[in-house]
């Protein structure tokens, strides 16, 4: 019944959408799963500013924080069939989809986030984001989500062996799946917004995420004991519906493009400073972190990449990848 809610008021916007562009006045929705003041959000909001001021005010963006308008799993549908027209969400859903989504997703393959910047900056973020248009989408931006690591409320990680058994809630992606076998534990995806009752009831052990998530999303009151394995810095994707962008003129669309690389920086920006803010603030809350030895878990990894890194764009993606200095 929520989603169907949520799918007639998309409509209605959409008719709006049609009804104000007559008017050349669009409002734009966007949506995004985290709460008001999140780093994402605030850059969504940024790129709303530029694109409001830029083009005089004939379009503004609604930003719908906090999964007001759905899961990642529902707003992607959402934003790819023109129900809404933009969406800030993570890569990973993506991979079944878009092939070549699945390579920054691959545990351990940026050796940093300046490392990572410099890949989705460069020419392999211009395949990728063209890769993306043949899910209906345009890639505006790759935003910054740090590295993911896993937390629980059984026991401290220093191992890959402390992982065995332990069930962890993935997002909703193939390669996060087999990571998590590969470690010995249980993998249960499941949204994002289920993750605290999940912990709280015994139906999962734990998650993994960053320390803004495992903070704004408070896991840290159900699950103490974060392990800094990084396993993966996978960027989040802020995307918009290509049919709505192929009707905008080419200068609105340099605008769009304009406006969302310089939130990129100021995303960038913010999310350092919260990180550091996260994780002090889940360190005097009386969350135990400890830093694992990576090179078990970096060695765990080799059946995933057997499995997913199968074809010739793949396998020659991973090793630009590595190439970049």
Request: net charge negative; hydrophobic share 40%; charged share 25%.
């Amino acid at each position: 019944m929520k989603i169907l809610v949520k799918l007639a008021a998309g409509l209605l916007v959409a008719a709006s959408f049609i009804g104000n562009a007559a008017n050349a006045q669009t409002a734009l929705r966007s949506s995004d799963t985290h709460p008001d003041g999140y780093p994402t959000v605030e850059g969504v909001k940024y790129f709303g500013e530029l694109v409001k001021e830029r083009t005089a005010g004939r379009y503004s963006v609604e930003v719908y924080h906090s999964a007001q308008l759905g899961e990642e799993k529902d707003t992607i549908e959402q934003v790819r069939s023109g129900v809404i027209e933009l969406n800030r969400v993570s890569m990973a859903p993506f991979n079944g989809t878009v092939k070549e989504s699945i390579v920054p997703a691959l545990p351990y393959l940026f050796r940093s986030e300046e490392h990572m910047h410099k890949v989705m900056d460069g020419a392999i973020g211009d395949q990728i984001k063209k890769a993306f248009e043949g899910a209906g989408v345009v890639v505006l931006a790759f935003y910054d989500a740090g590295a993911r690591s896993f937390y629980n409320k059984q026991k401290p990680i220093n191992s890959v062996e402390d992982m065995k058994g332990l069930k962890f809630r993935v997002i909703q992606s193939d390669i996060f799946v087999d990571m998590v076998a590969a470690l010995g534990a249980n993998a249960t995806p499941m949204p994002y917004g289920e993750v605290y009752s999940g912990i709280e009831t015994g139906v999962i052990d734990g998650a993994e995420n960053n320390f803004p998530s495992y903070d704004t999303a408070k896991h840290f009151e159900v699950a103490k004991n974060f392990s800094l394995d990084e396993h993966t810095i996978l960027p989040e994707v802020f995307v918009m519906n290509k049919a709505v962008f192929d009707k905008l003129t080419p200068e609105d669309q340099e605008i769009f493009k304009q406006a969302a690389k310089e939130s990129v920086a100021k995303q960038r920006e913010l999310w350092a400073a919260k990180v550091k803010e996260s994780r002090a603030k889940v360190e005097a809350a009386g969350a135990k972190i400890t830093t694992p030895d990576k090179q078990g878990f970096i060695d765990a990894m080799k059946p995933v990449y057997e499995k997913h890194v199968t074809d010739e764009v793949l396998k020659k993606m991973v090793e630009d990848v590595r190439a970049v200095q």
